[in-house]
């Protein structure tokens, strides 16, 4: 009986899990995760990333879009991103950034 009622339990928290995904919270919680992968793959290549906070969502999306696209989709998965993988790939986007940066001399 205690099981049925964990599991009832945990589908009503996935379900609303699932539907604030699809609302404008979701949205704004999947820039937020974004934002701290960004933040965490400026901090783990040396310098900075460029144009702040915005700098870091995009470099957290982008890192996203790469990381899954080269190793998959890893769990775990927090606001529809694939955390595991948008950081290699943010990583790898910063360290790209960096590299032209310094060969351009603009950064």
């Not at 783990?44 to 996203?64: K, N, T």
């Not at 790209?96 to 940066?101: F, Q, T, V």
């Amino acid at each position: 009986m205690g099981v049925a009622i964990g599991l009832i339990a945990a589908l009503i928290v996935l379900l609303i899990l699932i539907k604030i995904t699809f609302t404008l919270v979701g949205l704004v919680f999947t820039l937020l995760v974004a934002a701290v992968i960004g933040f965490l793959a400026g901090y783990i290549v040396p310098g900075r990333l460029p144009y702040g906070v915005l700098g870091a969502i995009v470099a957290g999306l982008a890192g996203s879009w790469l990381g899954t696209l080269l190793i998959g989709s890893i769990p775990p998965h927090i606001g529809g991103i694939a955390v595991i993988p948008a950081i290699v790939g943010a990583v790898m986007l910063a360290f790209g950034l960096r590299l032209i940066g310094s060969v351009t001399g603009r950064l």
